[in-house]
Structures are given as C-alpha cells and as structure tokens.
C-alpha cells in the first residue's frame, strides 16, 4: 500500500557556493523534480556564447521567449524586437550623458503608472480636501516607489528574468496561479480607470456632444492604434511615451503658471510630516495617496523593461553600471512625475480648497458654463473628481483651462493605457509561458475593462463612472502584497542574485517599507468595506478576507525564509545555503 512521506514539500534549488549572475545552471535540479518550465528568455541569452551549461527541457520543446540579442523576433512578441546598445564611453570614469541617454527609456515609460487618472484624481482630491498639506504624504510614496523600483530593476537586470518569469520558475503550482490572476485583477483594474479617465476627456474636448459610452467605445480604436507604434522601433516608441509625459507637464503646469499657487505653504506642505487641523477625511485621502502612488502591476512592467538593453551579464562591471545608469534614470523619471503630480495638487488646493457647492455654482453661473446641475445650492464643502474638476477649473478660470485640463487627462490615460497592456502581456507570458498576439492580449484585457464600464456610462452618469475609482484604488491597494513580497523574496536570494543579493540594510529596511505599505492599504480597504453599510457584504468580505489573509501569509512565510528566518523553515532540514524555493513532488513510499 502506498503512502505520502510528504505532500507539498519545500526544497532548495542547488548551486554552486560560489554564485555568480552568468552561471545560474537549470541542470542543477534535483533530478526527483521535474523541470516542467521552459528555459526562460534571460537564461538563453545567459547561455549564449557564455559558455554557460543549460539543459533542454523534458517536453524538448523550443523556449517560449524571444531571443532578443540573436535577431530572432517573433510578431507577438512585445517590446523586444531589438535590444538598445550600450557604447563604450572610457573617456568617463564614473558617469556618462552618452551611456545615461542609452539606458533612458525605461524608467520613464515606468513613471507613467505615477500619472495614470487615478493617480490624478487622487491629487486633485487631495488639494481639495486637504489643501496643501497632504504633499508630505506624495513626496515620501514617491520616494518608497523609487526604492521599490529599484528592486525590480536589478532583478531584470542581473537575472535575464522579470518578476513573472522568476515567480514561474520558482513558486509551486497552485500559488503561482492564484497571484498571476491576482495580479491580473490589479491590471484590468486600473485599465478601468484608464478607460474613465479617456471617456471623461473626450465629454469634456467636445463640450458634451461625445457622450460617455462614446468615449469608451473610442478608447478601444486608438488603442489599437498606438500599440503598433512599436513597430516602427523601440527608441521611437519610447519618445512617444516621452511627448505623452511632456504633455501632460505642459497641461498642468499651464494650470498651475494660470492659478498661481501659495509657494511658502507649498513648501510647507512638501517638508512638514504634520498635518494641522486634520480629521478622518484627511487621513483617508493620506492613505489613498499611498494607495494610488504604489501600483502592483509597475513592479513586473519595470522589471521587464529593462531586458531591452543589450548587457553583458557574465560581467559584474557592465551589471554595476547597468544597475547604476537604470537607477539614475529611475529617479530622474519619478522626480518628473512628481513635479506633475505636485501641479495637479496646488491647482486644486488653491482653487478649491474651503470653497462650497453654492460659491462655486454662483462662479459658474456668472460665467455662463454649463453643468450647474453639478453643484448643488447648499454651504456644503465641494467634492471633486476627474470631470467636476475640470468643469470647475473652468468656471473659475475660464474655458481654456477646462479644455487644457481635458487634454492633460486624456494623455494620461492613453500613456497608462500602452504600458497596462505591456504589463499584461509580460504578466501572462511570464507566469503561463503563454506567447499571445498584441491584439489578442488588448482584445482580452479591454474587452473585461469596458463591459462594466460601458454599462455604468450608459445607464448611470458621471458620477458614477468617476465614483468607480474609489472601488478600483481598493481593488488594487489588494493585490499590492502580491508584487512587494516576490520582489523582496527574490533579491534577497544570493543564489539568484549573487553578490547583487539584498544586504542586510535593504532586507530590514525593504522588510518594514513592505509592512509599512500593506498596512496603510488594508487600512484604506477596512475603510471603504466599513462605509457599504450592507450586512451581506460585510460577512463576504470576511470570508475573502481569510483566504486573503492566508495566501499573504503564505507568501510572507517564503519571505522570511529568503531573508534567513531558518527557524521558520519547518519542512526541510536546515542548510548552509539560502537558495531558491521551489516545489517538490509528493513522495511515494511502498
């Protein structure tokens, strides 16, 4: 009779004792684990001309990925056509414009998830509600992304792999399931906004006569459209994602010359950690902030973005620069959007903040703009959104800021609408070792987006539409530990990343800004459970909150694992070397 000796095992993957980035060997399995992955994009070119041992794979079928520096390209394949070369600059010691403006493109295609719509509802709602005293909050989220964008660079970079490709590789089965479609929630969530934000930019560009469900349905067109500029090459591609970003600085930062903002309570507002006079409304906005800055889904997208520079990764020199240059770049692109974001917030902080319905109604009824109908006549404190702020941005300062405004938002969600699809598609290919087409991977993904939104911009009106943001900074603010956890497991890993490998200062110091992050967004999601005011919603929200709870402990347990908490590696003998989990099958016994 046959027995279990162990159902779900964890074991460690073999390497040598002296790792190094170029030489991670796929053969050093267990030869009891089957290796049912195929050789991933970064381990062929690490295997290529580097004298570096690989093996096929039981199925001997082909890798599912493009093999970039051999000219081999596949139409379905995304971003990768050709990788960018990096020129030799010995004439600098320490820093080069020529090898910075090489490995710029990245970073910045990265920032637009920090200006996608709902990063910008939620500034404009922070200036209203808080005026300028919640900046503190954007500069230190800012700053956390930089760190956390940090990470998921250096594991594309020193590995060959992004974040997806590792977690197949190295998650068992079942949980590697359940976070790609974890993580896909977080990808069609904010495609949502995007699709919102376009919508409402297209009502306001023509004055109402494009209604919502028009705009919507627009959105899916130039999608399409733009998603093929990629063909036309890779640096063309990325200064196009550059207009986008300078336009959205122009349109905002036309609104903040035009409204001329307090600049000593700016500042105050930026550099005092205090918030005077606040209330629960401040702090719930504090928290959105954090919420709408850190997007789960730009962790993977970073990482793999950076695969598009051709780096010689049997050389610790090239990776060091590489992880230099990228870190530059990063900063460089955060601090930008920053700087756009700060406009958002000081146009609304000055112009709105402490205003009720009835002054702002009696503003624009002089005016002679339309849309009263949105502001109520009482002495309550005005509420905004994407498309009541621009209607107010209008009123008060005349029309052109309200077309101005329009034209702001609508590049931002076509920007973050191109580098969600990339997102998704390096998600699917990465977890599945699924190879879809461009098109196939927009049709999926924007067809789930647009069938709830469309029915909400036909049969509801705008507030509707806009008030769905509340719930898809929630959902979102959900699948943030499924991206925080994997990226500090892994380059925490010095069998993975080799000397690379996290130090003892950015594993605690990752360790609590993770823990930090998670809290303030479970927070956020206790707060908008609580306001359903609905008994059944409460109870389903407890039941998901368990199987929640237990998959981020799950993930949690293989953390402190990766970071040296041996004692809580309860199913396998204690080793000398903290090496990659991976899952072992059932033991048979006779």
Same mark, same amino acid.
């Given at each position: 009779?046959?027995?279990?000796?162990?159902?779900?095992?964890?074991?460690?993957?073999? +390497?040598? *004792?002296?790792?190094?980035?170029?030489?991670?060997?796929?053969?050093?399995?267990?030869?009891?684990?089957?290796?049912?992955?195929?050789?991933?994009?970064?381990?062929?070119?690490?295997?290529?001309?580097?004298?570096?041992?690989?093996?096929?794979?039981?199925?001997?079928?082909?890798?599912?990925?493009?093999?970039?520096?051999?000219?081999?390209?596949?139409?379905?394949?995304?971003?990768?056509?050709?990788?960018?070369?990096?020129?030799?600059?010995?004439?600098?010691?320490?820093?080069?414009?020529?090898?910075?403006?090489?490995?710029?493109?990245?970073?910045?295609?990265?920032?637009?998830?920090?200006?996608?719509?709902?990063?910008?509802?939620?500034?404009?709602?922070?200036?209203?509600?808080?005026?300028?005293?919640?900046?503190?909050?954007?500069?230190?989220?800012?700053?956390?992304?930089?760190?956390?964008?940090?990470?998921?660079?250096?594991?594309?970079?020193?590995?060959?792999?992004?974040?997806?490709?590792?977690?197949?590789?190295?998650?068992?089965?079942?949980?590697?399931?359940?976070?790609?479609?974890?993580?896909?929630?977080?990808?069609?969530?904010?495609?949502?906004? %995007?699709?919102?934000?376009?919508?409402?930019?297209?009502?306001?560009?023509? #004055?109402?006569?494009?209604?919502?469900?028009?705009?919507?349905?627009?959105?899916?067109?130039?999608?399409?459209?733009?998603?093929?500029?990629?063909?036309?090459?890779? *640096?063309?591609? %990325?200064?196009?994602?550059?207009?986008?970003?300078?336009?959205?600085?122009?349109?905002?930062?036309?609104?903040?010359?035009?409204?001329?903002?307090?600049?000593?309570?700016?500042?105050?507002?930026?550099?005092?950690?205090? !918030?005077?006079?606040?209330?629960?409304?401040?702090?719930?906005?504090?928290?959105?902030?954090?919420?709408?800055?850190?997007?789960?889904?730009?962790?993977?997208?970073?990482? @793999?973005?950076?695969? #598009?520079?051709?780096?010689?990764?049997?050389?610790?020199?090239?990776?060091?620069?590489?992880?230099?240059?990228?870190?530059?770049?990063?900063?460089?692109?955060?601090?930008?959007?920053?700087?756009?974001?700060?406009?958002?917030?000081?146009?609304?902080?000055? @112009?709105?903040?402490?205003?009720?319905?009835? %002054?702002?109604?009696?503003?624009?009824?002089?005016?002679?703009?339309?849309?009263?109908?949105?502001?109520?006549?009482?002495?309550?404190?005005?509420?905004?959104?994407?498309?009541?702020?621009?209607?107010?941005?209008? !009123?008060?300062?005349?029309?052109?800021?309200?077309?101005?405004?329009?034209?702001?938002?609508?590049?931002?969600?076509?920007?973050?609408?191109?580098?969600?699809?990339?997102?998704?598609?390096?998600?699917?290919?990465?977890?599945?070792?699924?190879?879809?087409?461009?098109?196939?991977?927009?049709?999926?993904?924007?067809?789930?987006?647009?069938?709830? +939104?469309?029915?909400? @911009?036909?049969?509801?009106?705008?507030?509707?539409?806009?008030?769905?943001?509340?719930?898809?900074?929630?959902?979102?603010?959900?699948?943030?530990?499924?991206?925080?956890?994997?990226?500090?497991?892994? +380059?925490?890993?010095?069998?993975?990343?080799?000397?690379?490998?996290?130090?003892?200062?950015?594993?605690?110091?990752?360790?609590?800004?993770?823990?930090?992050?998670?809290?303030?967004?479970?927070?956020?999601?206790?707060?908008?459970?609580?306001?359903?005011?609905?008994?059944?919603?409460?109870?389903?929200?407890?039941?998901?909150?368990?199987?929640?709870?237990?998959?981020?402990?799950?993930?949690?347990?293989?953390?402190?694992?990766?970071?040296?908490?041996?004692?809580?590696?309860?199913?396998?003998?204690?080793?000398?070397?903290?090496?990659?989990?991976? %899952?072992?099958?059932?033991?048979?016994?006779?």
């Amino acid at each position: 009779m046959k027995r279990f000796s162990s159902s779900k095992m964890l074991s460690f993957l073999t +390497t040598d *004792r002296t790792p190094h980035p170029g030489n991670i060997h796929i053969s050093s399995l267990p030869p009891s684990i089957p290796t049912d992955q195929e050789p991933t994009h970064g381990e062929e070119d690490m295997a290529q001309g580097k004298g570096v041992e690989t093996t096929q794979t039981q199925r001997g079928a082909p890798s599912v990925f493009p093999e970039g520096q051999n000219g081999g390209t596949d139409l379905s394949s995304t971003y990768f056509h050709h990788k960018v070369p990096i020129p030799d600059d010995d004439s600098q010691m320490w820093f080069s414009f020529r090898k910075l403006w090489a490995f710029t493109g990245p970073g910045f295609l990265m920032s637009i998830a920090y200006l996608d719509p709902g990063n910008i509802e939620s500034d404009l709602q922070s200036g209203a509600k808080a005026g300028f005293k919640l900046l503190w909050v954007l500069l230190g989220a800012t700053i956390i992304g930089l760190l956390l964008q940090r990470l998921a660079a250096r594991l594309g970079v020193v590995t060959g792999m992004h974040l997806a490709e590792v977690c197949n590789r190295q998650y068992p089965t079942v949980p590697r399931i359940v976070l790609w479609l974890m993580v896909e929630l977080a990808i069609i969530g904010s495609d949502m906004q %995007e699709v919102i934000g376009c919508a409402i930019a297209f009502n306001l560009l023509s #004055s109402g006569r494009i209604p919502l469900w028009g705009g919507v349905l627009i959105t899916i067109i130039d999608t399409f459209v733009f998603l093929f500029l990629d063909k036309y090459g890779l *640096r063309k591609l %990325e200064a196009f994602f550059g207009v986008l970003i300078t336009i959205m600085a122009i349109t905002f930062g036309y609104e903040y010359v035009m409204v001329r903002p307090d600049q000593g309570e700016l500042l105050k507002g930026m550099f005092m950690p205090y !918030c005077e006079g606040c209330g629960p409304v401040q702090l719930e906005q504090a928290v959105g902030i954090v919420g709408a800055v850190i997007m789960p889904h730009n962790i993977y997208l970073h990482s @793999a973005l950076v695969k #598009s520079r051709q780096i010689d990764r049997s050389s610790k020199k090239e990776l060091k620069e590489a992880n230099k240059y990228f870190f530059i770049e990063s900063t460089i692109a955060l601090f930008l959007s920053f700087l756009i974001n700060v406009f958002v917030v000081a146009v609304f902080a000055e @112009a709105v903040y402490g205003r009720t319905n009835i %002054e702002v109604h009696d503003i624009c009824n002089a005016t002679g703009i339309l849309h009263l109908d949105l502001f109520p006549l009482n002495n309550e404190t005005l509420q905004v959104d994407i498309y009541k702020g621009g209607v107010v941005l209008g !009123c008060i300062f005349g029309p052109a800021a309200l077309y101005i405004w329009a034209v702001g938002i609508l590049a931002a969600g076509q920007s973050s609408t191109m580098t969600g699809t990339y997102s998704g598609q390096f998600v699917m290919e990465g977890f599945l070792n699924l190879r879809w087409s461009r098109f196939s991977r927009v049709l999926l993904t924007r067809s789930i987006a647009i069938t709830p +939104t469309l029915l909400v @911009a036909i049969f509801q009106d705008v507030t509707h539409l806009t008030g769905m943001n509340d719930f898809l900074n929630v959902l979102q603010s959900m699948q943030l530990p499924f991206a925080l956890i994997p990226i500090l497991t892994f +380059t925490s890993l010095s069998s993975l990343m080799s000397e690379f490998a996290n130090g003892l200062f950015w594993k605690i110091g990752g360790g609590v800004v993770i823990l930090l992050v998670c809290c303030i967004n479970m927070y956020f999601v206790v707060i908008y459970v609580t306001s359903l005011n609905s008994v059944w919603l409460y109870v389903l929200a407890a039941f998901l909150c368990i199987a929640y709870l237990g998959f981020v402990g799950y993930l949690t347990w293989l953390c402190l694992i990766a970071l040296g908490v041996s004692c809580l590696d309860v199913t396998c003998r204690a080793r000398d070397d903290t090496t990659v989990l991976i %899952e072992q099958q059932p033991e048979f016994d006779s």
